[in-house]
């Protein structure tokens, strides 16, 4: 498996670990704005969003020696964050949150079975980068390295439409059916395209003799998992932010509003709010905030 912690965030963990006061400031601050725009697509009270935000960095520092380093750190993070909303909603008892995207949801009334829906159960929140079975670990890092040749794939060949296909069927487990209406193609299209892809990964775990699972629908499910996880589609911060300056290739453009608009990653819009908004004294006002409830647990320098 590639490791997903790039060498600049690995200088930034070290530092942490160390007790590094102005690594952990630096850290919050890199981190720190597209969180909140994260959690306030659910929490809308600045207040609230800005608790879950502290609890969150809370939760990081304090699971510092746990975390694996085998997703991006943002990804680590929003997923903490997402833990945190769901536990902040469960003390106000609503029952569903979901929070991958809901641009497509809110257009229709047949909700699509949401794959974070079983993370809002008490049992499951959010557990599955730390969960300790060997075998679905082995499965997941196999079925990633699968998932992601795929998708790189259709990205440098820059097929972008079979891309969307498999992303709107996998990343957001929506029917055939409303995939092909939302790209405006054929159902037989969709069926094609999912139908070569999933032989593909399949071929690919199978060379490797790692099983995944009986049912086909296991097997998409752990597709999903592994999805979310990884986030092989989502675009950099980067490119987010060459797309609001349109200085992106065409394609890209309209791949990354896409993403963005109709697909409507909930990262990826933190991301893009954050990018648009927020004034300097909002920012410092949180950093500050979080920096007084975290620095008691960095750990001292020896
Ligand atoms: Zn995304």
Same mark, same amino acid.
Request: glycine share 4%; hydrophobic share 35%; aromatic share 10%.
């Given at each position: 498996?590639?490791?997903?912690?790039?060498?600049?965030?690995?200088?930034?963990?070290?530092?942490?670990?160390?007790?590094?006061?102005?690594?952990?400031?630096?850290?919050?601050?890199?981190?720190?704005?597209?969180?909140?725009?994260?959690?306030?697509?659910?929490?809308?009270?600045?207040?609230?969003?800005?608790?879950?935000?502290?609890?969150?960095?809370?939760?990081?520092?304090?699971?510092?020696?746990?975390?694996?380093?085998?997703?991006?750190?943002?990804?680590?993070?929003?997923?903490?964050?997402?833990?945190?909303?769901?536990?902040?909603?469960?003390?106000?008892?609503?029952?569903?949150?979901?929070?991958?995207?809901?641009?497509?949801?809110?257009?229709?009334?047949?909700?699509?079975?949401?794959?974070?829906?079983?993370?809002?159960?008490?049992?499951?929140?959010?557990?599955?980068?730390?969960?300790?079975?060997?075998?679905?670990?082995?499965?997941?890092?196999?079925?990633?390295?699968?998932?992601?040749?795929?998708?790189?794939?259709?990205?440098?060949?820059?097929?972008?439409? #079979? !891309? %969307?296909?498999?992303? +709107?069927?996998?990343?957001? &487990? =929506?029917?055939?059916?409303?995939?092909?209406? @939302?790209?405006?193609?054929?159902?037989?299209?969709?069926?094609?395209?999912?139908?070569?892809?999933?032989?593909?990964?399949?071929?690919?775990?199978?060379?490797?003799?790692?099983?995944?699972?009986?049912?086909?629908?296991?097997?998409?499910?752990?597709?999903?998992?592994?999805?979310?996880?990884?986030?092989?589609?989502?675009?950099?911060?980067?490119?987010?932010?060459?797309?609001?300056?349109?200085?992106?290739?065409?394609?890209?453009?309209?791949?990354?509003?896409?993403?963005?608009?109709?697909?409507?990653?909930?990262?990826?819009?933190?991301?893009?709010? #954050? !990018? %648009?908004?927020?004034? +300097?004294?909002?920012?410092? &006002? =949180?950093?500050?905030?979080?920096?007084?409830? @975290?620095?008691?647990?960095?750990?001292?320098?020896?």
């Amino acid at each position: 498996m590639v490791d997903r912690v790039s060498k600049a965030e690995q200088y930034f963990l070290d530092k942490i670990r160390q007790g590094d006061q102005q690594a952990w400031s630096d850290f919050v601050g890199r981190y720190r704005g597209r969180l909140l725009r994260f959690a306030r697509a659910k929490l809308p009270q600045r207040a609230d969003a800005e608790d879950v935000i502290q609890e969150c960095f809370i939760a990081f520092v304090r699971s510092l020696d746990r975390f694996r380093g085998d997703c991006d750190l943002e990804t680590y993070l929003f997923a903490l964050t997402r833990r945190k909303i769901i536990d902040s909603y469960r003390h106000r008892e609503a029952r569903r949150v979901c929070l991958l995207q809901d641009t497509l949801d809110s257009s229709v009334e047949e909700a699509p079975s949401d794959p974070l829906e079983q993370m809002a159960s008490p049992a499951e929140t959010a557990s599955w980068y730390a969960r300790a079975e060997e075998q679905y670990d082995v499965q997941k890092a196999v079925l990633a390295e699968a998932l992601g040749e795929l998708i790189d794939g259709f990205k440098r060949a820059l097929r972008f439409r #079979d !891309l %969307q296909i498999i992303e +709107l069927l996998l990343y957001c &487990q =929506l029917p055939n059916k409303r995939v092909a209406a @939302t790209m405006n193609v054929s159902e037989q299209t969709v069926a094609l395209v999912k139908h070569r892809s999933l032989k593909q990964v399949r071929d690919t775990v199978e060379r490797k003799k790692v099983p995944v699972g009986p049912s086909s629908e296991q097997f998409e499910n752990l597709l999903t998992d592994v999805w979310e996880y990884h986030r092989f589609s989502c675009p950099k911060r980067s490119t987010i932010g060459g797309f609001l300056l349109q200085t992106l290739d065409d394609e890209w453009q309209r791949y990354v509003d896409f993403h963005l608009n109709v697909l409507g990653c909930r990262f990826c819009r933190a991301n893009l709010e #954050d !990018l %648009q908004h927020e004034t +300097l004294e909002q920012q410092q &006002q =949180l950093h500050a905030r979080i920096m007084e409830s @975290t620095v008691g647990f960095l750990s001292r320098p020896t």
